[in-house]
């Protein structure tokens, strides 16, 4: 009877413990505080007209073709490095530029990822947001970044993990 009683406590626990990390597990997917629950075609087809007028700036200036590929992201890191040696830049053309450059980047994470462009409450330029993965960032910044270290950041390897992160985060919940 003493053997069964010690059994029946080691059964509760390993079920008692398996829900607490089972609870555990699942907390530690953050869920953004704001989550869209429709989308705003006008928006996509804003940015993707942005993101087109782009690919056809660098065609045009550069004669270097940006395909919505990964690898174009290296090309575009280029482009930027080429614009910025070749001219100072007003604070107005570089706003311009950070806009049509971070379309471009967010519309390749779309095109091989998944997500839409979500104009958020709290920021001026929409992000990227993935409802599958409760994941979002804006390219905006990223781009931001690239014009502040110029030397230093790397578009291809800021946008490989930001990858990373997204099927991090799709992993995770799906776990």
């Not at 089972?22 to 997917?29: A, E, M, S």
């Not at 971070?102 to 390749?108: I, M, S, V």
């Amino acid at each position: 009877m003493l053997f069964i009683i010690s059994i029946l406590l080691i059964l509760i626990t390993g079920i008692v413990i398996y829900f607490i990390i089972d609870t555990k597990k699942t907390q530690t997917v953050e869920t953004p505080p704001y989550v869209p629950n429709f989308q705003d075609e006008q928006l996509q087809k804003k940015m993707l007209r942005e993101a087109q007028i782009c690919t056809e700036s660098v065609m045009t200036t550069f004669d270097k073709m940006l395909d919505y590929t990964e690898s174009s992201i290296r090309v575009l890191d280029q482009v930027i490095n080429e614009l910025y040696k070749k001219k100072s830049l007003s604070q107005g053309s570089l706003d311009r530029l950070i806009v049509s450059f971070g379309a471009y980047f967010g519309q390749t994470f779309l095109n091989n990822q998944s997500g839409q462009w979500f104009q958020h409450p709290n920021f001026n330029l929409p992000i990227i947001f993935s409802p599958k993965a409760l994941f979002e960032f804006s390219p905006f910044e990223i781009i931001k970044q690239k014009f502040q270290h110029i030397e230093k950041y790397d578009l291809y390897i800021a946008y490989q993990d930001l990858v990373r992160q997204y099927i991090k985060r799709l992993n995770e919940l799906r776990s």
